[in-house]
C-alpha cells in the first residue's frame, strides 16, 4: 500500500460520522443524574415503570425519597410517566445556559449521544420520524457555527463535580 492511500485512509477515518440511532429522550429519562435536594452533590433519581416507583439517592449525604408514580385523576388512578427528576422537582445535574438557551441532558449517556451528534462533522440519519430526540432538539444544538461551544460546554459539564 503506498503512503498516499494510507493518508487516505486516515483522513477517511477521521470523518467523524454520526449515525442517528433514533434515539428519543425516553430513551434516557428513567435515570437521571440530579443535584441532591440535602447536599447539592451528584445524585440520582431512577423510575421503575414496572415497579410504578421512581426513587432519589445521594451517595454523599444518604439522602433517599421514594415516591409513587401513580396519581388519583377523577376517581381513577393512572400512572404518570415523565423524566425520573420531574417526581422530585429535582435539578438536572447535566445542565447549563448557552446564550438565551439552556443545554441540558438527562445523564451520561444522554451527554455522550449528544456529544456524538454536535462533534460530528458528517451527519447520518436513517428515515426519520419526527419523533427522535434529536428532532426535537432546539435549533441551537443543530447549528454548526455553535459547534465549538457547545463541545466546549459539554467537556465543562463532563468535567463537573
Ligand atoms: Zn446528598
Not at 477521521?14 to 430513551?27: E, S, V, Y
Not at 393512572?78 to 445556559?97: G, K, T
Not at 438565551?100 to 451527554?111: I, K, P, R
Not at 454548526?144 to 460546554?153: H, I, M, V
Request: proline residues 2%.
Amino acid at each position: 500500500m503506498s503512503g498516499d492511500f494510507l493518508s487516505f485512509l486516515k483522513l477517511r477515518f477521521m470523518d467523524r460520522r454520526f449515525t442517528d440511532q433514533q434515539k428519543i429522550l425516553a430513551d434516557f429519562q428513567d435515570q437521571v443524574a440530579v443535584h441532591c435536594p440535602s447536599c447539592n452533590a451528584k445524585a440520582k433519581a431512577v423510575s421503575d415503570q414496572a415497579a410504578r416507583k421512581a426513587k432519589l439517592t445521594c451517595v454523599q449525604c444518604g439522602y433517599s425519597k421514594e415516591c409513587s408514580m401513580l396519581t388519583k385523576m377523577g376517581g381513577t388512578t393512572i400512572q404518570v410517566s415523565m423524566p425520573a427528576h420531574r417526581y422530585f422537582d429535582a435539578i438536572l445535574w447535566y445542565r447549563s445556559a448557552f446564550r438565551n438557551d439552556v443545554f441540558m441532558a438527562y445523564n451520561e449517556a444522554h451527554l455522550a449521544y449528544l456529544k456524538n451528534y454536535i462533534g460530528a462533522t458528517l451527519r447520518e440519519h436513517r428515515d426519520r420520524t419526527h419523533f427522535t430526540l434529536l428532532e426535537k432538539l432546539p435549533k441551537f444544538y443543530h447549528d454548526a457555527r455553535n459547534r465549538e461551544s457547545l463541545l466546549k460546554l459539554i467537556a465543562k459539564l463532563e468535567k463537573k463535580l
